[in-house]
């Protein structure tokens, strides 16, 4: 059996392919920079952007790991046409949700699998540990975050845990046909986050609450909004807190102690 592991170098992906190497499966992996790629198995060329440049990489593929990004009908397409028999997709706990942000667009990747008639499973993720890098810089230099919504509770989810959901739903037909949403195993507020990462860090950090216009580290206008509106529906309603990690790997799901400990690096 060979496993493709599409966006390998990302932050699930790279720990997916280093699942299904320990599995002990043929995998290839793509990337839009080879070179750069740094991963113990074959990797390719490709762009889910341009899904003609994943052609190459889908040959004598029988399963496939797949992000709901670029055109994935068209990837799907091409997959069903090279003989692959399943796909595993990333894609987000807001597909599931009417009225979330960005839901319609992983809900649209979703159907794309659905309808090609290969054996599927969405693997639903909701907020990723992993967006907390996006603290690290101001945690380096003045120890204070400052964003709006505090009260907003999350259950963010450890990108091992991710990657350890996907590469079994590759390897074993349990799944197949199934959307698994994920969760960490904990609701928490961004003081409680910011107080996980000092706790690793071994000092003392502090959150500070400010209105959206004096939010400085703002993203790019279009991403804001999505987060903002995410925010504000979280203080009103906190994100439910999912057993389906430990239901799939008969094991508790990683906290966000855990994961703090295990980027201790990128706040330093």
Do not use: C
């Not at 580290?217 to 009103?236: N, Q, T, V």
Request: charged share 25%; proline share 6%; no cysteine.
């Amino acid at each position: 059996m060979r496993i493709l592991v599409v966006g390998a170098t990302g932050n699930v992906g790279r720990h997916v392919v280093d699942h299904l190497v320990v599995a002990g499966v043929d995998v290839r992996a793509v990337s839009r920079r080879p070179a750069d790629a740094g991963l113990p198995v074959e990797v390719v060329a490709g762009d889910l952007d341009h899904p003609e440049s994943l052609t190459a990489a889908l040959a004598d593929v029988d399963r496939m790991y797949l992000l709901a990004a670029g055109n994935t009908r068209h990837v799907v397409d091409l997959a069903e046409r090279a003989g692959v028999r399943r796909v595993v997709l990333l894609s987000s706990l807001s597909a599931g949700m009417e009225g979330f942000p960005g839901g319609d667009h992983h809900r649209a990747a979703e159907l794309a699998v659905e309808d090609s008639g290969l054996e599927w499973t969405h693997v639903r993720p909701g907020m990723f540990l992993t967006n907390l890098l996006s603290w690290s810089g101001r945690i380096r230099d003045t120890g204070v975050v400052r964003e709006p919504h505090a009260g907003a509770r999350q259950a963010p989810v450890h990108e091992e845990d991710i990657a350890a959901v996907a590469a079994t739903a590759l390897l074993f037909d349990h799944h197949v046909g199934k959307a698994l949403p994920l969760s960490g195993p904990e609701s928490l507020a961004k003081p409680d986050l910011v107080a996980a990462i000092g706790k690793a860090l071994g000092r003392p950090l502090r959150f500070e609450q400010v209105s959206p216009d004096q939010w400085d580290d703002i993203p790019p206008r279009y991403i804001a909004d999505i987060m903002l509106s995410i925010w504000a529906r979280a203080e009103r309603t906190p994100d439910p807190v999912l057993t389906t990690v430990q239901d799939v790997l008969g094991r508790p799901a990683r906290t966000a102690a855990d994961w703090a400990a295990d980027h201790v690096a990128d706040f330093r």
